[in-house]
């Protein structure tokens, strides 16, 4: 091999691999092409192989010409590298677009169920008055649903809350909220202010008006000097807070095992205005819940002194005070999950 044929040599390769490149298909071919060129087994090194057999003199001609050669090589690989690279991500972009002006797919938003929110309204007006709430277990025990709360093993007043067992020695599920304010007596300190809202069960025939699955807002009051016109002036606040300035009001006797006095407390009809009609019974009046001074022995059995304390507590229905917001008239609707009556809450 002389200088002419390797510089020849040389010049074709220079030649074919810029066609190479320019030519490349993808990044991926080019980074062959360059190993196939330029690597240590490749064209270019067999080519000078060819060294060896040229005198001495002719040798630093060759590395010369072979330098520009690679140098011209390189450049037209990372031309194509970088023609190739935008291409593709043009390719790719295309591909992947996404038309931002396609309306989104809308979010199904849900409500609260309207229980919740009627339990939630009567918990906000009650924390203004520093009310607490709190929660009690659904499953209860004999002891604290009942016995605790004045209402023995054989008190006739156990018709009124029978309930579904969960074993016969001693839990159920609890049929009022009441049992709370043992729980609520025995875990804290007079002054106490709270609020317990929750699910109730009773042994029922279901209709429109009685359902075995309910809810309740149980309120207690504990302090020293506690009376029945606290717990008057603070109802009538409630009902104000709750159905608007001038509600009437009043209560009427009443009778629970665990509080003495007990009282019925009544709104003048939210229907007819008080002038009767058959939502009130045509009396005028509506109850919205049950009430009374906590009798001595519930104090007892809740830890707290009664010579010293005095409490009141009241328990009202959530389904009664929902009814009347919603113009509900059948209770079962609250437990169906039907979506046809609960969208109507938005
Ligand atoms: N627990 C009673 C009921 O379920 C309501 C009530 C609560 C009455 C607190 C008086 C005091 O009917």
Redesign the pocket.
Request: include cysteine; glycine fraction near 16%.
């Given at each position: 091999m002389d200088l002419a044929g390797l510089t020849e040599d040389l010049h074709a390769l220079r030649d074919e691999a810029i066609a190479a490149a320019r030519a490349a298909a993808s990044t991926g071919d080019l980074e062959q092409l360059e190993v196939d060129l330029l690597g240590k087994k490749g064209r270019l090194t067999v080519v000078l192989r060819g060294i060896g057999s040229l005198p001495a003199e002719d040798r630093p001609r060759v590395g010369a010409i072979a330098n520009e050669v690679q140098t011209a090589m390189r450049s037209a690989l990372a031309d194509a590298a970088s023609s190739l690279r935008s291409r593709e991500l043009a390719d790719r972009l295309a591909a992947e677009a996404v038309d931002v002006t396609t309306p989104g797919r809308s979010i199904r938003r849900g409500t609260y169920h309207p229980i919740v929110e009627t339990a939630d309204r009567i918990t906000r007006i009650f924390e203004q008055f520093g009310f607490v709430v709190y929660e009690g277990p659904e499953v209860e025990d004999d002891l604290t649903n009942f016995r605790m709360l004045n209402i023995p093993q054989d008190h006739p007043a156990r018709d009124l809350?029978d309930t579904l067992y969960v074993d016969v020695e001693n839990h159920l599920l609890r049929?009022?909220?009441?049992p709370g304010q043992i729980r609520v007596m025995q875990s804290t300190r007079p002054p106490i202010r709270a609020l317990l809202p929750g699910r109730?069960f009773r042994y029922e025939a279901v209709d429109a008006s009685h359902a075995s699955e309910f809810f309740?807002v149980?309120g207690l009051m504990v302090d020293e000097g506690t009376t029945l016109a606290d717990l008057k002036g603070l109802l009538d606040q409630f009902a104000q807070a709750m159905y608007g300035r001038g509600q009437r009001t009043r209560f009427r006797p009443g009778y629970?095992p665990?509080?003495e006095p007990?009282v019925a407390f009544d709104v003048e009809c939210l229907v007819c205005g008080g002038s009767g009609c058959p939502a009130c019974s045509r009396t005028g009046w509506m109850t919205i819940?049950?009430?009374?001074m906590v009798h001595p022995v519930v104090l007892q059995y809740g830890g707290i002194d009664p010579e010293r304390y005095q409490g009141f507590?009241?328990?009202m229905g959530v389904e009664r005070i929902a009814n009347l917001r919603h113009a509900v008239t059948d209770l079962r609707l609250y437990m169906e999950n039907d979506l046809r009556f609960l969208e109507q809450f938005r």
């Open positions: 809350w049929t009022h909220t009441s109730c309740q149980e629970y665990f509080t007990s819940l049950g009430a009374g507590a009241f328990g």
